[in-house]
């Protein structure tokens, strides 16, 4: 296969995923190598959708969870056809949504991207299930170096190593989170075993995460009292029954300000319940609008918005699965959880349990509270503002110049094709980023749609590149 281009796609979850699926369909019969380095056995999984809890389900219903945008409603027939819906009844409204559980679509990826391979025999695709620990240039071309020892040459990588871990709990002594029971990344596979039914849990963070724990822990059979801490006492907000269809403009005109912003976004949401529309709507209008309204805004403004609005932007957009919401719902109107609104002030190891020193925050001042809890679990989400010195991949590329952290600690610089920027400042020679940690250019890339389209036009610029070479006669290593 001289002189056949090969690509690496870093990260097989579903960012890398999808673009290794758009990749096969939008080169059409040029042939090419195609590699990705993925160490979980199922492709587009990721550690989200790769979850056998039977609480995990996604939070958007299964008919806009769009992986091809001109058949957005590919993956809810799918699951109704394949009798994925027979085994998981509970997944099924009774408005005819469905909101499957994560496993189910991270097993609907993997059979994609598998299938376009078998179907395009001018693909060379492997499944390397190991992680890509170096890479480094070699002439045109980058050598990778693999935790399995091997060393393979690629002309071009597309890197898309998925969300961090949660940072580091500050709040905590070393001596507390070396415990048994505090819990710093629940996303690791039966995190939550240890925690007994009794329990007494503090969850620190109230998003999204905070609602996959609470109903884990209750479908495992906690009936302790569990308290949800953040600084704001912001929760995920539940999903509508009334129809969502994008309502509102606002990229254009162009704003700087994210004051003025928010003053179109709240006159939207006016303009919207005049009309007998629900606030989701003007959601759905900034959800498309995303990358040209962040593009507008000026770096303060940005600053200011991550800073300020983006806890309550998360938990309009990132709404709650239906099933999920009933048991906060429940457990609420129970008692048994409780959302506070405090700032940790210190976490430390106390016979068996833990001191946990928090202020709560409102108008007045408030005295320290001391409490304690018998398990502590963090879920104050991923630490993207580190990822490129924690991941030992973007680490080496970071220290050979060929890409830098983005300014607002969002994940990775990129220009407008998702090239990733170097340490110089220019885009680094067919070197891209798919997925969320390129979010710092293009804003929103978090969740579906709009991390399934940036991977598909992603594609369409690598074949469109490789046409180009190919139309020049350019050498490509095998």
């Known amino acids: 296969m001289a002189g056949v281009p090969r690509i690496a796609v870093v990260g097989g979850g579903f960012a890398g995923a999808a673009f290794a699926l758009h990749l096969i369909r939008a080169n059409g ?28 389900r996604i939070n958007v219903a299964a008919a ?20 994925e819906a027979a085994a998981d009844p509970d997944a099924l409204l009774e408005d005819g949504r469905a909101y499957p559980r994560r496993a189910a679509f991270g097993r609907y990826m993997d059979q994609l991207l598998r299938h376009a391979a078998r179907a395009f025999p001018n693909v060379r695709f492997r499944h390397l299930r190991t992680k890509v620990t170096d890479v480094v240039p070699r002439g045109d071309a980058y050598r990778l170096r693999t935790a399995a020892g091997d060393e393979i040459v690629s002309d071009l990588i597309v890197l898309s190593p998925g969300h961090p871990p949660p940072p580091s709990a500050r709040w905590a002594t070393a001596d507390a989170a070396r415990a048994p029971r505090f819990i710093g990344n629940p996303w690791v596979p039966d995190a939550l075993a240890v925690v007994r039914p009794d329990d007494e849990v503090l969850i620190v963070g109230t998003g999204l995460t905070m609602a996959d724990v609470v109903s884990s822990l209750r479908a495992r059979g906690h009936v302790g009292a569990i308290t949800a801490l953040s600084r704001r006492g912001l929760t995920p907000r539940p999903r509508t029954i009334l129809p969502v269809e994008p309502f509102g403009t606002f990229h254009q005109p162009p704003t700087q300000s994210a004051a003025d912003l928010l003053r179109r ?28 309204i ?7 403004s940005r600053r200011l918005f991550l800073r300020h609005l983006r806890a309550w ?14 048991v906060l719902q429940d457990d ?70 060929l890409l830098r952290a983005d300014p607002h600690g969002l994940g990775i610089d990129v220009d407008s094709l998702a090239r990733a920027i170097g340490r110089d400042g220019t885009p680094t020679r067919n070197v891209f980023v798919a997925g969320p940690l390129a979010r710092g250019y293009f804003g929103e890339l978090m969740g579906l749609p709009q991390v399934s389209l940036q991977p598909e036009r992603l594609a369409i610029t690598v074949s469109e590149l490789l046409g180009s070479a190919e139309a020049a006669k350019l050498d490509m290593a095998v």
Request: aromatic residues 8%; hydrophobic residues 40%; neutral net charge.
């Open 29 to 56: 019969a040029r042939p090419i190598a195609l590699d990705v380095y993925e160490p979980l056995p199922l492709l587009g999984a990721g550690l989200a959708y790769s979850s056998e809890d039977p609480a995990h």
């Open 64 to 83: 806009r969870m769009a992986v091809f945008s001109e058949d957005p409603t590919h993956f809810d027939r799918w699951f109704r056809e394949t009798g």
């Open 265 to 292: 976004v709240r006159a939207g949401v006016r303009a919207a319940a005049k009309e007998g529309k629900p606030w989701e709507c003007v959601v759905d209008a900034l959800r498309q609008q995303g990358t040209a």
């Open 294 to 300: 962040w593009q507008g805004l000026s770096p303060a």
């Open 313 to 326: 932007w998360d938990v309009h957009r990132y709404q709650i699965a239906p099933q999920i919401d009933r």
């Open 332 to 401: 609420q109107r129970s008692g048994r959880l409780k959302v506070v609104k405090a700032d940790i002030l210190a976490i430390r190891r106390f016979e068996g349990s833990f001191h946990v020193s928090l202020r709560p925050r409102g108008k007045a001042a408030h005295p320290e509270v001391e409490r304690f809890f018998d398990a502590v679990v963090n879920c104050t989400g991923p630490d993207h503002g580190t990822v490129v010195q924690s991941n030992p991949v973007l680490q080496s590329m970071s220290e050979g110049g």
